[in-house]
Structure formats: C-alpha cells, structure tokens
C-alpha cells in the first residue's frame, strides 16, 4: 500500500496469547499507550493479496472500544510496525485515509454498534 494512509494500532497475536492480550500488547509496543479495552465491537474478514500470482492471504479483524489514559499525547510506542512513522489522533477529514477500508465505514458511523457486529468479508 502506497501514499498516506492511517490504521488503527493492532496486530498479530502471540502463540497462547489471548485476544485481550494481544491488542493490549500491540498498543504498548505501537502507540506506547497502556490501554483499557472495553468491548468488542466487530469482526471483519479481509482478503488481500501479497504478491502476484500468491495466494490470497485471510486475515480475521476484531475491533474493540478502547480507553487510553486520560494524561496519553500521541507517540510512537518502543516497537512501531516497519511502515508506521507517527501516531496521532485523527480528524473526520483524515478518516479517508483509514485502512483497511472497512475501518472508514466505522468511523462515519462514530464507532458505534449501529453496524452488524460481524461486518462480513472485503478485499483490500
């Protein structure tokens, strides 16, 4: 993916590790952030391709309400991902910019649960 674009903090769980867990981890080591997570508020299947000719990698998204601290500016975490140079609150004008797609969608919706919780499948 090329140009600018902004994602939510997240990523791959450990072996063992639970979905709690990994979310909490993941925002320490992006956004440096010692977040609280809330509830669960949607799942996504997302579908993109690696390389040409590849097969398509399937990848489930679980998205949760989180809190950070009341006192937490934005900043790098210890271990950003590779592509990641900032972390920031984002604007409704920015929102554009989300990836994957599906995470727009939410963001015009405030973040609410006016979506299905399972959002269903899309290609990125």
Not at 15 to 41: F, H, N, Q, W, Y
Not at 44 to 60: D, M, V
Not at 85 to 92: C, G, K, Q
Request: aromatic share 8%.
């Amino acid at each position: 993916m090329k140009g600018r674009y902004f994602t939510l903090p997240g990523g791959k769980q450990e072996p063992g590790e639970d979905l709690v867990t990994a979310l909490k981890r993941e925002c320490r080591e992006e956004i440096g952030a010692d977040v609280s997570v809330l509830k669960l508020l949607h799942i996504a299947e997302i579908y993109r391709e690696k390389s040409a000719g590849a097969e398509r990698q399937h990848q489930l998204d679980f998205v949760f309400e989180c809190s950070v601290p009341e006192a937490y500016v934005p900043a790098l975490g210890p271990a950003p991902d590779p592509h990641q140079i900032a972390t920031r609150w984002i604007t409704d004008e920015d929102a554009r910019h989300l990836r994957p797609v599906y995470v727009t969608k939410l963001f015009s919706l405030g973040c609410t649960r006016d979506a299905e919780v399972y959002l269903g499948p899309f290609n990125d």
